[in-house]
């Protein structure tokens, strides 16, 4: 099924979602934020930084464990915003992606792909994600 992205102007090929959780290292990165986790093993990192700042910010990465059910996982921490703790896997154009809810929701009322929702998969590990980013 093809969408379009927030900003209307780009096609994009959505497929079923994967069929199980993928250990790796997932970014979105769109100029006003920038997220990055890393899984591995029942294990993930996590960091995020955004053009509007809160008082309250974690210190980076939030390192803890999380809860997979078929292909999708929630992150067990008490510091991540409530709307990057649930995840679904999915590929767009072939590519590994991992969506928040509200990512999710979004597509399947507009038909529209969440530009601050969806983070693609990566063959980079998070530190060399990092060196070139916002943290």
Do not use: C
Not at 37 to 52: I, M, Q, T
Request: no cysteine.
């Amino acid at each position: 099924m093809s969408a379009t992205n927030s900003n209307g102007d780009e096609k994009e090929e959505v497929t079923v979602a994967l069929q199980k959780v993928q250990d790796g290292t997932f970014v979105l990165s769109n100029g006003y934020q920038e997220t990055i986790l890393e899984l591995k093993s029942g294990s993930f990192r996590y960091w995020n930084s955004s053009d509007v700042k809160m008082a309250h910010e974690p210190k980076y990465p939030v390192v803890g464990k999380y809860i997979s059910s078929e292909n999708s996982i929630k992150l067990i921490s008490p510091v991540i915003s409530p709307y990057h703790i649930n995840w679904t896997f999915k590929k767009i154009n072939k590519t590994n992606t991992i969506w928040t809810d509200f990512a999710n929701e979004t597509y399947l009322k507009s038909n529209e792909l969440h530009g601050y929702g969806i983070l693609r998969q990566t063959n980079k590990t998070a530190e060399q994600v990092l060196k070139n980013h916002m943290y």
